[in-house]
């Protein structure tokens, strides 16, 4: 076989690889550029959209927030109205057994939850979950100081037990959730 022949056959392989390579490459760059286009015009669309829904989005936080400060000062008022030592001064009834007084502090708390529920949806889910366990934890004192009094003690020896818990603490079970709320609610005031 010659130089010629051997050339030929090598160009014979060689040429249709190299056409069918640069035709790849060609197409695949194509495809490539018609994908950055795609790309411009989905970022054009998507600009375009937040410039249209900006406007929308400031008037509805015009009057999200002053439901917001609504929710946050309801549950504020909630806290300050299931602190032990505010509940246990509402509500005492010197006279009443300490079984019915405990029963009379635990609806209460529950009522005045329930109340409440709905605001969760105006607040945070950190502010939302400090309320709850807030909730939970004046629960347990009542609880806690009940079960160490007789059958036959009364609302005053409850009351008297329930004091004397909450004055081993070093904060309230409601304070710290109070502050957390006034906090929260101050950052998105002044972010308005």
Known sequence: MSKSELLLHFAFY???AIAFFGAAFYFTNKWFEIQKDKLKIE??????SLHQIQPIKQDLSKH???MQVDAYQRLVLFL?????????MRLN?????SGAFHAKLLDA???EYEHNLAQQIFVSTDAWRMTANSK???SKIINMAASKLPPTALATDLARSIFEITAQLEHQPTELAI???KEELNKKVLRS
């Open 136 to 138: 939970e934890e004046v």
């Open 93 to 97: 009834n010197p006279g009443l057994p």
């Open 179 to 181: 502050r957390f709320l």
């Open 109 to 111: 708390i529950r009522e």
């Open 43 to 48: 970022s054009t669309k998507t600009q375009q």
């Open 64 to 66: 999200f927030l002053p």
């Open 80 to 88: 300050e109205r299931i602190a032990p030592n505010n509940m246990v």
């Open 14 to 16: 060689i040429v249709p």
